[in-house]
């Protein structure tokens, strides 16, 4: 069974500095790989999606990689900013999944970023 | 362009009372999901419908129906509530169920069932 882990579950950081959450899943056989920001008491926006083919995706200040092998996904955030605070999540979906249908969530970093 | 809504945002049920959640997406998607999301359990695929005319069970289905009314809308039914069902309920929807489907979310159904 697939098993998706996010180190750290919380990370405070200044205004400006840049930095990089952390998920890693058991099984490396996937489709694809996708990264979430979801804000307090809201839905989840999707940030980013990585194919199993690709090695990263770029969107703004944000960079997500993909290693496969290594079982490994990092979403790099440039200079971040205090409107950038939520939590961010990522979800595998599995070569398994005939149907097509199942992702395997992480829990989640909590970031917070202060003026 | 709303993408997915729910309704109701926030409800209170006591237990062994029913009720329905409604989503609706206006992407013209072929899958539809329900998950939930509990502290200490991520998010959890209840059902799902790869396309209009079929559901399946997902991760949790226990205590919940679910209905594909027609490509737009899918709703999720608790039949008889239980405090265990207290949870935040997102609907999601993908362009298909295949494998490079994004999902998208959305803002969520916040269910307390004393």
Redesign the interface.
């Known amino acids: 069974k697939q098993e998706v882990t996010q180190i750290p579950a919380a990370l405070s950081v200044p205004e400006g500095e840049n930095l990089v959450l952390n998920c890693s899943f058991t099984d490396s056989a996937i489709?694809?790989l996708?990264w979430?920001r979801q804000d307090p008491?809201?839905?989840?926006?999707?940030l980013l999606?990585i194919?199993s083919s690709q090695r990263e995706q770029t969107s703004g200040r944000l960079n997500a990689s993909l290693d496969k092998s290594s079982g490994r996904s990092t979403l790099y955030i440039a200079a971040s900013q205090p409107g950038d605070s939520a939590t961010y999540?990522c979800?595998v979906?599995g070569l398994g999944?005939t149907?097509?249908?199942?992702?395997t969530?992480?829990?989640?970093t909590q970031l917070t970023v202060n003026p | 362009n709303a993408g997915?809504t729910q309704t109701p945002k926030f409800q209170v049920l006591k237990t062994g009372q029913s009720m329905t959640l409604q989503c609706a997406q206006d992407m013209n998607h072929n899958?539809m999901?329900w998950y939930r999301q509990d502290p200490?359990m991520?998010?959890r695929?209840i059902y799902?419908s790869?396309s209009e005319g079929t559901t399946?069970k997902?991760?949790v289905p226990n205590g919940y129906n679910v209905s594909r009314l027609n490509k737009r809308e899918f709703s999720l039914r608790l039949e008889s509530a239980a405090p265990s069902q207290t949870s935040v309920y997102?609907c999601?929807s993908s362009i298909?169920?295949?494998?490079?489907?994004?999902?998208?979310?959305?803002?969520?159904s916040r269910l307390t069932v004393l």
Do not use: C, I, P, W
Request: glycine share 24%; hydrophobic share 35%; charged share 15%.
């Open positions: 489709y694809n996708q979430f008491g809201k839905g989840l926006t999707s999606l194919q999540l979800a979906r999944e149907s097509g249908s199942r992702l969530f992480g829990e989640g | 997915v899958s999901y200490g991520g998010l695929l799902y790869a399946d997902g991760e997102f999601a298909t169920a295949g494998n490079t489907g994004e999902l998208f979310f959305g803002e969520g």
